[in-house]
């Protein structure tokens, strides 16, 4: 799977089914929503992530773009939970690549992958979610395995 950075249009809030705020699509097209990401120390870092949904915006990603702004990123929900390969391919920009249990804890982190490469990028166990952030933000906010991800599904 690949990935782009995203050029994001100004945000507003619109309710969801259940209550929770949803934001307009992305200039991608894609759903955004909020996440959370809470770290062991208690600290919550808050982003936009896009939705990654369907195979072809899985397939997709983030590719193609050239910079991704540090409260953005992509989420992609995996059902069922599986063991997860990314890879790099058409991606322009490093991102940190966070994959995610169905308990919505992280797994593991792969920090700052090598742009345009095909090297597989992999879970250690099955995950329920890939979140990507850009490159260097999860050393720099102090993200590490077992922290919490939470987001509007």
């Not at 249009?9 to 949803?22: I, K, V």
């Not at 490093?94 to 992280?106: A, K, Q, S």
């Amino acid at each position: 799977m690949l990935t782009l950075p995203l050029a994001v249009s100004a945000a507003a809030c619109q309710p969801s089914q259940n209550g929770e705020p949803r934001l307009e699509r992305s200039a991608a097209g894609l759903e955004q929503v909020p996440l959370t990401v809470r770290t062991a120390g208690g600290q919550e870092h808050r982003f936009t992530v896009e939705v990654a949904r369907t195979p072809e915006e899985q397939a997709q990603g983030l590719m193609n773009r050239a910079s991704l702004a540090p409260d953005r990123g992509m989420i992609f929900p995996l059902e069922p939970p599986r063991m997860a390969s990314f890879w790099m391919k058409n991606t322009l920009i490093p991102l940190d690549i966070i994959f995610v249990r169905g308990d919505g804890t992280i797994a593991n982190i792969a920090e700052n992958t090598v742009p345009l490469s095909l090297d597989p990028v992999l879970s250690v166990e099955e995950v329920a979610a890939v979140l990507e952030l850009a490159g260097g933000r999860t050393a720099e906010l102090g993200i590490k395995a077992g922290d919490r991800v939470t987001w509007v599904r």
